[in-house]
């Protein structure tokens, strides 16, 4: 954890400097503007530019981080302290199934649309990583699904992208909708 | 009209049958959000926020969407203490002081004992809270009504000081998540020059249209917040059988008397520590606990099941979420994470947080303090009447539930704003808290910032445009100024805290 600790605060200073570069940008229709020059408290009564309060704040948060790592040093944090493994084998197994499932499900998203993600990510979990039995996950996985078709594309008229599956719900916008 | 008219008015509205439904469903979902461990009122509001959309449009009206979300609040209040009790682990973090003497009530075999104290003292803490508020929110909605640009400005810095100097939590790490929200909140175009800025990796695609609160609020609390619980508790929970009966029930009632002091310090303590900006639920029951503890005769008890050690941080927990929505409604600041939820929603249905919602939504207003008193009557009953039930369903395996908030979280930020981009950073943000939570560094204050951050800069600017770039107009005006000395002091608190340490120790 200790490492982990220092790893973060380099992680969010690092951060914090690209911001504040990222806030000096001028906008991009005038390649005149110069870099940092919107920042301040502009004299000409028009008060503080675009990037002064996005400037200001990651400059803050550079502040933060480092004091976040002088307290790493000083081991003045019981995180900073800490000899506990950051993430042990278990963390690591969970990080990866779960949000592997949850990655794979946004990708499947873009092919079979949400109708068809949901099931196969709720049996997923429900089956593979919860252990629970065949019928409950196929009736939840079903389940789920349907009610959020009569919730969302039926009630609220909030159409949820479909992608290849689309042409199976004709037949169903042409009841409902 | 004189108060009591709007407020009978008001709770005739929220009697209307819809409403009324409204309200039971927030009260049993809350129940529910409270009493599972790894939810709270927080990742139930946030996370159903999306879906009050239709209520709306089925209703027609603003205050239905609010009643039932404020309902959910209440119920997690009720819903935390039945967690704390018979799994001797908090629902929800507002309900962690209902732990130090529930706990070892329910280890006695007492639990029935204490589940009904929790219940009655939540209910007279929520009940005197919303007395307190009907008194007192109109008057503060006038005073808030005079504030210009500085005053608004020194009350938000008032609330990112008050996370800083009673918030508990390292202190470094509390200003790094502030400012991380305020940034989040600061990207796609600049309001006042429109000048497009932070667009990151120079994406326009991604962050032209400005990171939405919902995204970074359910990324944290629907899927971070999540992945933290199931990694440290592993799924595996221990649950204390509780025994009820209607006799035993009729008993514990008839001895729930013995609690009222600690009901009375919970009930006035949490509810002006809920006014506080940023303070909310959590300190409120655990200041409450500390108090009701030091003014006891026998403060050894404390600990070991003393009845008053369960009544008041449960009243104190109720007392404060309705404190919180003080600042909330009145002056646009909300007093707690879940307030600042309901803030956001407040502005997606439509409607504009400030002192003016008094003066120009009473349609809104009254009807939802209406809703406060019935909310609380109808948890106080639902709890008291299906305790057995929610032990069973507090059985139900995370492995069910995980998946099915991680399925809501996905179709909720869709449904919000249909951009599967906005879903993708949902999952990254929720990730990136995941790491973050483990290493203890606070996310409510970055939730609280992004929602802040759309008022909070525009004041700050448009005050320097009006003082001509001095900083002194946030301390040479009348009302500003106190704020800001306050919002000063608070920041430098831990600081003396610290040098006066450096100095002992020598």
Known sequence: MRIAELVTAIIIALSSIYLMWKSGEGPSWDPTAVRFANIGINVDNSGPGSGFWPFWLAAAMLVAAIAVMVNWHLRATPESRSEEVYLDSYGKRMLLTVCGGLIAFLILIRFIGFYGAIPLFLFYYIYFLGRHSLLAAIAISAAVPVFCFFFFDVAMRIVLPKGYLDPLFIPLYDIFL | MDVITLLIDGIFT??????????????????????????????????????????????????SPMIFLAAIYYGAMYGGAISSITLGIPGASTAVATTFDGRPLALQGKADRALVIAALASFVGGTVSTILFTGAAPLLASVALKFGNPEIFALMLLAFATFVGLGGDDIPKTIISICLGLILSAVGFDIISGAPRLLLFDSTAWFSRGIQFLVLAIGVYGIGEMLWTINSTRYKTEMTEARITLGRMRA????????????????????????????????????????????????????????????????????????????????????????????????????????RLFTDQPDFVWPLIGSFYISNLIAVVMNLAFIPLFLRVLRMPFTILAPLIFVLSVVGVFAAYQNIYDVWLMLFFGIGAFFLRILNYPLAPAVLAIVLGPIAEPTLRQSLILSDGSWMIFLNRPIAGPITIVAIVLILLPLVGLIRRRLLRR
């Not at chain 2, 999306?50 to 009206?61: C, D």
């Not at chain 2, 520590?273 to 940023?278: E, K, M, Q, S, Y």
């Open chain 2, 252 to 355: 514990a009632l008839a001895g729930a008397s013995e609690a009222w002091k600690g009901t009375l310090i919970g009930s006035l303590l949490g509810f002006f520590v809920g006014i506080l900006p940023a303070a909310g639920a959590t300190p409120g029951s655990l200041m409450a606990y500390g108090v009701a503890k030091m003014v006891s005769k026998d403060p050894s008890k404390f600990g070991h099941g003393e009845p008053d050690g369960v009544a008041a941080p449960e009243s104190a927990n109720n007392s404060a979420s309705t404190g919180a929505m003080l600042p909330m409604m009145t002056l646009g600041i909300p007093g707690s994470p879940t307030t600042a939820v309901l803030l956001a929603g407040m502005v997606i249905w439509g409607l504009t947080p400030g002192p």
């Open chain 2, 14 to 63: 929220a009697l209307q049958p819809l409403n009324l439904g409204l309200a039971l469903l927030g009260v049993v979902i809350g129940l529910f959000v409270g009493a599972m461990p790894g939810l709270g009122s927080v990742n139930g509001v946030a996370i159903l926020l999306p879906f009050t959309f239709v209520i709306q449009q089925i209703t027609g009206s603003v205050s």
